[in-house]
Each structure stands twice: as C-alpha cells, then as structure tokens.
C-alpha cells in the first residue's frame, strides 16, 4: 500500500521562492496554494486558491482549511518596499508587517480553530535580517520579526504547533536543490526546539 503524502498549505505559492522548490516539493508532498495574481504553478499543486490576502485573507484560509486536512504550513509571502528606514511611509511599514506577522498569525489562528492544526507551521524568512542593505530597510526589520514570532509562537503553543524559519542568503546563488533541502528538512523536523534553518551563500 502507497505511503499517502504528508499535505502542506504553501501560501505564496508564487514568486522567485516557490518556483524554486514547488516542482520538487511536489514530488514527495501534496501541496495546496494560495497564491495572488502570480498563480502560474498551478500545475505543482493538487488546489490552488488566487486571491488577495490583505482584503480576502479569512475567506482564502477557512477555504483552504474546510476542504484539505494538512500536516505542514508554508508561509511565504513577501512584499518588498526599496527604501531606507527614514524613506519608508507608515501604510508601507504597515502592509510589510501585516504580510510578514499579522497574518501568518491569523492563518495559524484559523488552521487551528477550522481542524486543530497541529504541525510545522513554518516562515520563510531571509539571512538579510541580520544584515543592513540601505534600500532593503523595512525587508530586514520585518524578516527579524518574523523569527522572534516564531520563537513566541513555539513558546505559546507548545506540544501542537512547532513554528520554524527558513531562512536563506540572497537566492541568485543557492541553487534550487539545496533551498529545496532546506525546506524539506524543516517539514520533516519533528524537533519542536529546533526553530531556525539556513543556508549562507555570497
């Protein structure tokens, strides 16, 4: 008898990121997507829900929750603003902060209240949150904040819910199989200590 595929809900299931590791993700995982306008790995995918989340964020989780169990959730949004700190507007910070925590939080917070999420739930965050890039500002602190959520949101749901960061160096120089690697070793870990993953390349 086949072994069944573990099922992950990637959100983000669009951009540079995804179109590294989808195609061999699929390979070894069921995966179900929620992906803006950018929906073309379609084909990777077994559903695929197009939306925006800023506006339609509640009614594309508690869709996705309703019609598929999942063992693993990606969250990998990213809204980049290039600008300094100082160049930034506050509806700017706003939207970085509410892609990068606030509403990775409310996806959490509905996966366990539509089936009682209890998995790796797991943010793709970037080793630029420790570094300082002038036009890459806003990106750093948000991605910074995103490993201290998942350092609280570990701590606060203890023995369901074991949150994890990926985190890679700039991805013009890590080849698709190592992220790929990467990802697969933070959906396996069953350590619930073990929160950050990386890959430093320059």
Known sequence: MEKQKKKILFVG??????????????????????????DTLRQYCVEMYSGDLFSNYATLFETALRAHTFDVIVWNPVKYLF???????????????????????????????????????????????FNYREDLAT???????????????????????????????????ISSEELTQLFKTAIEDTNPQKIFYKIEKE
């Not at 951009?15 to 699929?26: D, T």
């Not at 819910?161 to 013009?172: D, F, G, I, L, Y």
């Open 13 to 38: 299931a669009g951009g540079e990121v995804a179109s590294m590791v989808l195609p061999s993700l699929a390979e070894t995982y069921d995966i179900v997507g929620i992906a803006g306008k950018r």
């Open 83 to 129: 600008t300094s700190l100082m160049g930034s507007t506050r509806e700017g910070l706003h939207r970085e902060f509410d892609l990068a925590v606030a509403l990775p939080i409310e996806c959490v917070r509905s996966a366990r209240k539509v089936q009682d999420f209890k998995g790796n739930f797991i943010l793709v965050s970037s080793l630029s949150a």
């Open 139 to 173: 990106y750093s602190i948000v991605k910074n904040a995103q490993i201290r959520t998942a350092e609280v949101l570990s701590l606060e749901l203890e023995g369901s819910v074991a949150a994890k960061v990926v985190a890679p160096s700039t991805v013009r120089y």
